[in-house]
């Protein structure tokens, strides 16, 4: 059911090859593990210029659009949802201004420079307005001082950018004006000066370490500032159709890779003297199955290509996330199904497909923010009564 051009198919041919043979198997290997991503296979994404697809040609990047970018999302979701995570861009590319585009793009573009992102709090996770975290001017710097919680590759990534607020909002405006943006540089496997920090145990979503963060006068160059002070909101809220159509992408990977683990064993598994991919139930689940994970595709491109034509999505990016988590769930926990016992067991990867869907309806916004979303799109947002 393609309508892809001959360029996307080639996209997709490759990274669907480098995925089947580069990460599935290191993830299979290291994922039961909890092991990390070997600094080589980041180095091989970076050649195939999977960090720079979206990034403009004159700063190293393919210049292609999100419909290119989550094609290749969903290849690299299908091996290992880490893996297609680790190329998103840096959070804020637009708004850097020419100078940090100049210092910072080319390296991103070829993976040589990849960021992380501290918004969450422990107290504070969608409601991006209620951050607690401050940053005060310090001369040429700014001191950064508050807790960051869920700040996935802390240590393995080059900068991390931080949000803080620099201002108390002024009288009448939103809880949301005077949040800033910084690019806090630090080294490669470390901490940045001034930060310390312990490792969330998580319960998937390995390959990498995902953080909770002390910031305690961390020193920042005024230079660092991304975007203009105190309307880092509108920096994050920019993002985020093209943040829920790659979450969206990731999602129809992992579960497109429970389908054909099911498939698979489904035709190799003997019950009763038959194959089990000869009973009808086992046949109307993957029929199920197969819809459910065509569907989302397909509502997914639509809406990479109204972000691409620059049309306003956010109903829409909010729809694709949500139907494509929901199914990721549902669909991974039947092809665990399909496996019976095996399934639950890591001798097979469907238990990490089945894991990781489960992340995808929290973050980038959980199920029940986007059906706020969509909810107020169609009705208006809720009065309230007194």
């Known amino acids: 059911m393609s309508n892809l051009t001959d360029e996307q198919l080639m996209l997709q041919a490759a990274a669907r090859e480098f995925a089947m043979k580069e990460v599935l198997p290191t993830a299979n290997r290291l994922d039961p593990q909890r092991g990390e991503m070997p600094a080589e296979l980041i180095g091989k994404l970076g050649e195939l210029g999977y960090f720079g697809i979206t990034l403009p040609p004159e700063y190293g990047g393919s210049g292609l659009g999100c419909l290119e970018y989550c094609i290749v999302t969903e290849e690299l979701g299908r091996a290992w949802m880490s893996v297609a995570s680790v190329i998103r861009p840096a959070m804020g590319v637009k708004q850097m201004s020419d100078a940090q585009k100049e210092r910072y793009l080319p390296r991103i573009a070829t993976g040589r420079l990849i960021g992380a992102f501290a918004m969450s709090e422990p107290g504070t996770g969608s409601d991006v307005s209620g951050l607690s975290t401050r940053a005060r001017r310090c001369g040429d710097c700014w001191s950064i001082t508050g807790n960051k919680y869920w700040c996935t590759f802390a240590d393995g990534a080059d900068f991390i ?59 920042v160059p ?76 397909q509502l997914l491109h639509y809406v990479c290509r109204k972000i691409d034509k620059g049309e306003r999505c956010d109903r829409e990016a909010a729809m694709a996330k949500l139907h494509a988590t929901e199914m990721a769930e549902r669909v991974t926990s039947e092809a665990l199904q399909i496996h019976g016992g095996a399934g639950y067991t890591t001798h097979h990867a469907v238990e990490r497909y089945w894991r990781d869907a489960r992340l995808t309806k929290i973050f980038e916004g959980t199920s029940e923010i986007q059906m706020r979303v969509i909810s107020d799109s169609i009705l208006g947002k809720p009065g309230r009564t007194h």
Not at 207 to 212: D, L, P, S, V
């Open 161 to 219: 950018v931080v949000i803080a607020r620099t201002r108390p909002p002024a009288e009448g405006e939103g809880r949301h004006k005077g949040l800033s943006a910084f690019i806090v540089e630090k080294q490669r496997g470390r901490l940045p000066d001034g930060v310390q920090g312990s490792p969330i145990p998580k319960i998937g979503y390995f390959g990498w370490k995902t953080w909770e963060l002390s910031f305690d006068d961390c020193r």
């Open 222 to 297: 005024a230079e660092n500032v991304l975007g203009p002070l105190g309307e880092a909101f509108y920096m994050v809220s920019s993002g985020l159709e093209t943040a829920r159509a790659h979450t969206a992408a990731r999602a129809i990977g992992l579960a497109r890779g429970a389908l054909e683990d099911a498939i698979a064993y489904a035709q190799e598994r003997v019950q009763f003297g038959a194959p089990i991919a000869a009973f009808q139930a086992i046949r109307f689940k993957i029929a199920n199955m197969a819809t459910e994970i065509e569907a989302s595709r």
